[in-house]
């Protein structure tokens, strides 16, 4: 019963990013194409390492992590309003993720594939964290908090409890936490000063 969970939680993140593209075509949401792109390809690295390491269906909100990013990049190219300038700093973040991708493919390992694309991952987080940072009104939180419930399914549905079926449902709990905090600081920071 609890390998349904998986199910919800993909359902969960495609209306996530949903939300996600119908505030950029209403021009509220910007997404930077380094990142969105970068994201698409580190979880379906991610995927790949852990399936073919005997992953079973924990490794589902880790392929949706990539899927749905994927449909922002391809749906942000359709949108004249999506535009936002990516700057040296994306580009050097998005070198480096790659980078991380080319080296997973440099070994046979399970563990090191599954840690290249946590790195090459968070390496494509940083540009958005920044924006998030410095201009929140042109992020919306709700794939990000989405994108904390959804890995968390992964342990409801975990069998060996290893390195390689949780390392990266851990990740995206960790980023998609940070990214929330970073596009919604002012509303938190506003709670914490007031004590409420």
């Known amino acids: ?21 119908r505030a950029m075509f209403k021009g509220q949401t910007k997404p930077n194409r380094v990142t969105w792109f970068m994201w698409s390809i580190a979880p379906f690295i991610a995927s ?37 300038k990516t700057s040296s700093f994306d580009y050097l973040c998005g070198t480096l ?57 992964s342990f409801l549905v975990a069998t060996t409890w290893g390195f390689t079926e949780l390392a990266f449902p851990i990740y995206l709990i960790v980023i998609n936490v940070l990214l929330v905090f970073s596009v919604s600081k002012r509303k938190v920071l506003f709670l914490v000063n007031n004590g409420k």
């Open 97 to 153: 993720s790659g980078i991380a991708i080319i080296l997973w493919f440099l070994t046979s390992s399970p563990n090191l594939a599954i840690i290249f694309a946590i790195v090459s991952d968070a390496l494509a987080a940083v540009p958005t964290l920044s924006k998030g940072w410095h201009n929140p009104e042109t992020e919306s939180a709700w794939p990000f908090m989405i994108g904390i419930f959804s890995p968390i399914t």
């Open 48 to 84: 790949a390492a852990a399936v073919t390491n005997g992953v079973g269906w924990a490794v589902i909100p880790v392929f949706m992590s990539g899927f749905s990013p994927f449909l922002v990049l391809i749906a942000s190219f359709f949108s004249k309003k999506a535009y936002w």
């Open 1 to 21: 019963m609890l390998e349904y969970s998986v199910f919800i939680a993909a359902f969960a993140t495609l209306l996530g990013a949903s939300v996600y593209i």
